[in-house]
């Protein structure tokens, strides 16, 4: 099998597996541990123990004492939600790749774990663990498991030709435990002929087996050590997020050589941030226990209704999947799930809103009603028919799903809801990570009689949360009690040609919230006395408004990749084509009638376009594509090394930091290999680094590496002990100061951009906003009440703008508003929504600017910043690659005669209204990077204003 180098393979799969950072530290320090350990089936285990204490013994995020096994064992401690099953992954294809073992054996507690394993590592899967490693891509590992061992696939080989490559043997470790029932051996311990011993002697007796524990902590009782003992592995590789024993004398693992905890998680941003929720203004020492568990209940369900509307806007709002949320209830025992589960599906309980969408899990259940509730929390991700889960204390592990927003624990210490085991069930991120959206992004409890116990607690030194947000239910809080509603709002001609179709006045249509089930209400965005309503269009008739739809809503849009400007939609041949178009794309079947002629149907759709063109603001669809690869390396140079001044060390160097006053040692003392160059040590360090790629750099690594061991040659007159005492002691200090300078020594070939105008405008497509309820949608002009509940409210009575209602982040974006309806220069604006720009920065992070404007002359991108934002390095980002798009955006119109367009950033303080769009551009128009500029090609455009081509519908 070929081998690859070990530091090499860690960066691949780094690369390959686009592993977090806990995930990479985790890989980084197996390859420590291997090199320290040197896994084989007659190690000497002492050794091993020593050298693995030295290092991992005494540090602040391991604590390392001995393996507590037969064979060498350690234990990487991730936080729920970070991903320990691609760490997993990541480790084997590590150990593969380096040709230490192609024999794996995953150890699953439980049967849960045990499919949800089986899955993950089937290339089929799309959470598939070795996606990107290219060892495996045309040889994936063999999958042994309890099914399938007996066919001899795991003594075969890979394949039926006896291939060598990985093989992975994934078990629940009730099949491999000694102590089976009625004393008998587990069948995987009996003899099979084909082998003539049993597949589990077969598997011990390879001297490569490596073991991987997932939910390590359920090994430890008598029965799982001795049969986990019995495999006789060459190394023990064990993932936990409670690296503890369990029962009521749990104790801490003394063989952790690396802990992520869940506090470093959250604040890293790898899994929701708890929230602790209470009532506003309530006491609850006010109300009896019964009382009390009725009102959390009640305000527990707001918060998961309001939760149900963010998410379903936040999934329209992205074009993603709708994640359907559930909420969480922890009882006492199984009375007290019995009782709380018969409350909550009466008719007592909103009405009996939740009859048949509760799900009741403890062991006391039996027969069908735990069939169906098990397989109904099992597919809780998918269904979306579970509103509540009432189970009793800890649910198993391997039970921790993405769309858990809302726990309730009814009679539970502070202590118990803040454990990992309450908390971890729905810390995992419904879309993989952070979307910025706070609800999405949020894990709530809901516990009113503990709520300032849990801030406390949750600021001690070894709180698992360190910080909890807050949220407030009920009338002056974060959450009012209100129903929520979901506004969906099209564009203004949009909603005109509905209007036209629907023969109606305009009204503002509620669900009747007392037959609404689980849905949010829906209250459809059309005309309110506060906003005047657009003229009616002349035609009325089923024929015309027939066409008029197609036209508006299949024709204009494939037409935008035809022209070269909007107003090409105004041309007398266009609109004839169009009119074509649309009686071409008719069907009968539909209930057209046929006998609408050529020339009304012209009318119709130069009527329909004349209005499009008045009521859309046109933002051009660029396409931007590199002319060659992009590449990067280092100059050569010389190093700075005046301030070196690296000694030898002395046999023990004690550091001790001033704040935590914790101590660490570094040792000079030669243990292990010793590099045949000094260079080497240096050079180790450095393709650390991710930017540096040793086989394209190796030889400026040591031309610079030499420098540094010459210098310190130098300074000791040719002492070779001494000099090798400096570099081998300081190298990870020498490699920091050498990348400082190779970074201020990169080249990176320019690269040049050709810019195509691939669409003259894009389709105005509905937004979807939501609020607390109809009482919080009022006319613009009006503030609300409390200036920082703003982003509660939607907003309408607008006359220039392309969408009737329209929600702001602050009261200067609702004051600019006005500015732009007063202004007589404005002809159109919006809020875009999410997708309308294709706007990324440098990170390649999205952009969605807060207004865009036509006015007479124009076309302009406005974003409103507090004044301590304007010099913020993301806004200023994000200008950058604003003003960069203005500046294309420009240029591939001018040929059509298009607006120029351009970006303003704009603080907070210059919005008032008696300011006018003019002179906040004449003070704030932000010009973009001018070194960026000569490298974007304009093509000419698709399409000239003479020449159309074919329309096909």
């Given at each position: 099998m070929q081998t690859t180098d070990p530091k090499r393979a860690v960066l691949q799969i780094n690369q390959r597996l686009s592993l977090r950072k806990p995930q990479a530290e985790a890989l980084r320090r197996l390859d420590d541990i291997v090199d320290l350990v040197g896994p084989a089936k007659e190690a000497d285990i002492d050794m091993a123990r020593a050298a693995v204490r030295e290092v991992y013994g005494d540090l602040a995020d391991a604590t390392f004492e001995e393996f507590e096994r037969d064979f060498p064992s350690v234990c990487f401690a991730l936080a729920t939600g970070v991903g320990k099953t691609r760490l997993m992954g990541a480790f084997i294809s590590y150990l593969y790749m380096i040709g230490k073992s192609r024999n794996f054996f995953v150890l699953a507690p439980n049967l849960t774990i045990y499919e949800k394993l089986l899955s993950d590592f089937q290339p089929s899967s799309p959470k598939y663990v070795f996606r990107g490693i290219e060892v495996f891509a045309h040889n994936a590992p063999l999958i042994v498991n309890a099914e399938n061992y007996e066919e001899g696939r795991g003594v075969r080989g890979t394949d039926l030709f006896g291939q060598e490559g990985a093989i992975i043997n994934i078990f629940n470790v009730s099949k491999i435990n000694s102590e089976a029932r009625g004393g008998n051996a587990p069948r995987i311990k009996r003899l099979q002929e084909y082998i003539g011993e049993s597949y589990f002697s077969y598997l011990s007796e390879l001297d490569d087996l490596v073991l991987l524990m997932d939910e390590a902590h359920r090994y430890r009782g008598s029965a799982g050590a001795r049969a986990i003992a019995e495999l006789k592995p060459i190394l023990g590789l064990e993932v936990t997020a409670t690296p503890k024993t369990v029962g009521a004398r749990s104790q801490p693992f003394k063989n952790v050589v690396y802990r992520y905890d869940l506090p470093d998680a959250m604040e890293d941003g790898y899994v929701k941030e708890p929230a602790v929720g209470t009532r506003a203004n309530f006491n609850p020492k006010t109300v009896d226990e019964d009382t009390l568990e009725r009102i959390k209940l009640e305000d527990g369900i707001h918060y998961h209704e309001h939760v149900k509307v963010a998410l379903e806007t936040y999934a329209r709002q992205n074009d993603v999947k709708v994640v359907r949320p559930f909420m969480l209830v922890v009882t006492q025992d199984t009375t007290h799930a019995r009782q709380v589960n018969e409350f909550v599906q009466s008719d007592e309980f909103f009405g009996g809103r939740y009859k048949g969408r509760v799900a009741?899990?403890?062991?006391?259940?039996?027969?069908?009603?735990?069939?169906?509730?098990?397989?109904?929390?099992?597919?809780?991700?998918?269904?979306?028919?579970?509103?509540?889960?009432?189970?009793?204390?800890?649910?198993?592990?391997?039970?921790?799903?993405?769309?858990?927003?809302?726990?309730?624990?009814?009679?539970?210490?502070?202590?118990?809801?803040?454990?990992?085991?309450?908390?971890?069930?729905?810390?995992?991120?419904?879309?993989?990570?952070?979307?910025?959206?706070?609800?999405?992004?949020?894990?709530?409890?809901?516990?009113?009689?503990?709520?300032?116990?849990?801030?406390?607690?949750?600021?001690?030194?070894?709180?698992?949360?360190?910080?909890?947000?807050?949220?407030?239910?009920?009338?002056?809080?974060?959450?009012?009690?209100?129903?929520?509603?979901?506004?969906?709002?099209?564009?203004?001609?949009?909603?005109?040609?509905?209007q036209a179709e629907a023969k109606t006045e305009p009204t503002v249509v509620v669900a009747d919230d007392e037959k609404a089930s689980d849905a949010p209400v829906q209250l459809v965005a059309k005309p309110t006395s506060a906003a005047p309503t657009q003229a009616p269009f002349s035609f009325s008739t089923p024929e015309e408004l027939k066409v008029a739809r197609t036209v508006l809503s299949v024709v204009i849009p494939q037409l935008s990749k035809e022209v070269s400007s909007i107003r090409d939609l105004n041309d007398p041949k266009v609109i004839e084509r169009i009119a074509e178009a649309a009686i071409a794309a008719q069907k009968p079947e539909e209930g057209f009638l046929p006998s609408i002629t050529k020339e009304k149907a012209v009318a119709v759709a130069q009527e329909l376009c004349k209005n499009f063109v008045e009521r859309t603001l046109a933002i051009p669809a660029l396409t931007i594509t590199p002319q060659q690869q992009v590449s990067f390396g280092f100059k050569r140079?010389?190093?700075?090394?005046?301030?070196?001044?690296?000694?030898?060390?002395?046999?023990?160097?004690?550091?001790?930091?001033?704040?935590?006053?914790?101590?660490?040692?570094?040792?000079?003392?030669?243990?292990?290999?010793?590099?045949?160059?000094?260079?080497?040590?240096?050079?180790?360090?450095?393709?650390?680094?991710?930017?540096?790629?040793?086989?394209?750099?190796?030889?400026?690594?040591?031309?610079?590496?030499?420098?540094?061991?010459?210098?310190?040659?130098?300074?000791?007159?040719?002492?070779?002990?001494?000099?090798?005492?400096?570099?081998?002691?300081?190298?990870?200090?020498?490699?920091?100061?050498?990348?400082?300078?190779?970074?201020?020594?990169?080249?990176?070939?320019?690269?040049?951009?050709?810019?195509?105008?691939?669409?003259?405008?894009?389709?105005?497509?509905?937004?979807?906003?939501?609020?607390?309820?109809?009482?919080?949608?009022?006319?613009?002009?009006?503030?609300?009440?409390?200036?920082?509940?703003?982003?509660?409210?939607?907003?309408?009575?607008?006359?220039?703008?392309?969408?009737?209602?329209?929600?702001?982040?602050?009261?200067?974006?609702?004051?600019?508003?006005?500015?732009?309806?007063?202004?007589?220069?404005?002809?159109?604006?919006?809020?875009?929504?999410?997708?309308?720009?294709?706007?990324?920065?440098?990170?390649?992070?999205?952009?969605?600017?807060?207004?865009?404007?036509?006015?007479?002359?124009?076309?302009?991108?406005?974003?409103?910043?507090?004044?301590?934002?304007?010099?913020?390095?993301?806004?200023?980002?994000?200008?950058?690659?604003?003003?960069?798009?203005?500046?294309?955006?420009?240029?591939?119109?001018?040929?059509?005669?298009?607006?120029?367009?351009?970006?303003?950033?704009?603080?907070?303080?210059?919005?008032?209204?008696?300011?006018?769009?003019?002179?906040?551009?004449?003070?704030?128009?932000?010009?973009?990077?001018?070194?960026?500029?000569?490298?974007?090609?304009?093509?000419e455009p698709s399409v000239s204003g003479e020449k159309k081509s074919a329309l096909c519908v």
């Open positions: 009741e899990i403890h062991s006391k259940l039996t027969g069908e009603e735990s069939d169906e509730n098990a397989q109904r929390l099992l597919n809780i991700e998918k269904a979306g028919d579970t509103d509540i889960v009432i189970h009793v204390n800890k649910l198993k592990e391997g039970w921790d799903v993405s769309n858990l927003f809302t726990i309730v624990p009814l009679r539970a210490s502070a202590s118990d809801i803040l454990t990992e085991q309450t908390l971890g069930r729905g810390l995992r991120l419904p879309y993989g990570k952070r979307t910025g959206v706070e609800v999405v992004d949020t894990l709530t409890v809901i516990a009113h009689e503990r709520f300032n116990e849990l801030i406390e607690k949750a600021k001690e030194e070894n709180g698992v949360t360190r910080k909890l947000k807050q949220v407030t239910i009920g009338e002056g809080g974060d959450v009012p009690p209100s129903k929520p509603v979901s506004v969906s709002a099209p564009s203004i001609l949009d909603q005109m040609l509905a140079f010389d190093l700075d090394m005046k301030s070196w001044n690296f000694q030898p060390l002395s046999n023990e160097l004690m550091i001790q930091a001033l704040r935590t006053e914790k101590t660490s040692r570094i040792s000079s003392e030669d243990k292990g290999d010793t590099a045949n160059r000094l260079e080497n040590y240096i050079v180790a360090r450095l393709i650390d680094y991710p930017e540096i790629d040793y086989d394209a750099h190796a030889a400026i690594l040591y031309d610079l590496a030499g420098q540094a061991v010459t210098q310190t040659r130098n300074r000791f007159a040719d002492d070779d002990e001494q000099t090798r005492s400096v570099v081998r002691g300081h190298a990870k200090a020498m490699a920091e100061s050498i990348f400082s300078q190779i970074k201020q020594n990169m080249w990176r070939e320019h690269t040049n951009y050709r810019v195509s105008l691939t669409s003259a405008f894009g389709e105005l497509r509905p937004q979807t906003f939501d609020t607390a309820g109809t009482s919080f949608i009022r006319d613009f002009k009006t503030p609300p009440d409390q200036k920082q509940e703003i982003r509660k409210y939607i907003f309408t009575g607008f006359v220039k703008g392309c969408y009737q209602y329209a929600k702001f982040d602050s009261n200067p974006e609702r004051k600019l508003a006005i500015i732009l309806e007063k202004d007589s220069s404005v002809r159109l604006w919006m809020k875009p929504g999410p997708n309308q720009f294709k706007i990324f920065d440098n990170h390649g992070a999205p952009y969605q600017p807060d207004f865009v404007v036509e006015t007479d002359t124009g076309k302009l991108i406005i974003e409103v910043k507090r004044q301590s934002e304007m010099t913020a390095t993301e806004v200023l980002r994000k200008a950058d690659a604003a003003s960069l798009w203005c500046h294309i955006a420009t240029q591939a119109g001018a040929k059509s005669g298009e607006k120029p367009w351009h970006y303003l950033l704009v603080p907070e303080s210059d919005v008032e209204e008696n300011f006018t769009v003019s002179g906040l551009e004449a003070m704030h128009t932000r010009a973009p990077d001018t070194d960026l500029l000569s490298r974007y090609i304009f093509d």
